[in-house]
């Protein structure tokens, strides 16, 4: 069973930046597809970002794009999410999650096995 654990969620201004991390427990991670999703309040979980198993591919929803991204450390089995220029808007609680096989949807969430329990992100205005 592999388990993500992510970190670095808090409460910044409008204009800032946070970095979100996500380390699984397997040492194999670097060749999981990894994604991140977000879900506010009142809302459904929405997509994020993604990177695909070999790390060369990247996606991304519209609304972050240009402010955030997505990269993995190999050696640490951790993905980042790096937001910069936050807006109330990206406000939710914010999920990891991983596949070990090809992703065929990387923007689906039941295209991922393993989620992690969430991180909270507030952006006040």
């Known amino acids: 069973q592999v388990q993500l654990v992510e970190s670095g969620g808090g409460l910044v201004q409008a204009g800032g930046s946070l970095r979100l991390s996500c380390a699984a427990s397997?040492?194999?991670?670097?060749?999981?597809?990894k994604g991140w999703f977000r879900q506010a309040p009142g809302k459904e979980r929405e997509f994020v970002a993604a990177i695909s198993r070999s790390g060369r591919d990247t996606s991304y929803a519209d609304s972050v794009k240009g402010r955030f991204t997505i990269s993995t450390d190999n050696a640490k089995n951790t993905v980042y999410l790096q937001m910069n220029s936050l807006k109330p808007e990206d406000t939710a609680v914010y999920y990891c999650?991983?596949?070990?096989?090809?992703?065929?949807?990387?923007?689906?969430?039941?295209?991922?096995?393993?989620w992690g329990q969430g991180t909270q992100v507030t952006v006040s205005s």
């Open positions: 999650a991983a596949q070990p096989l090809q992703v065929g949807h990387p923007d689906l969430e039941y295209d991922y096995e393993y």
């Open positions: 397997v040492r194999t991670f670097s060749g999981y597809a």
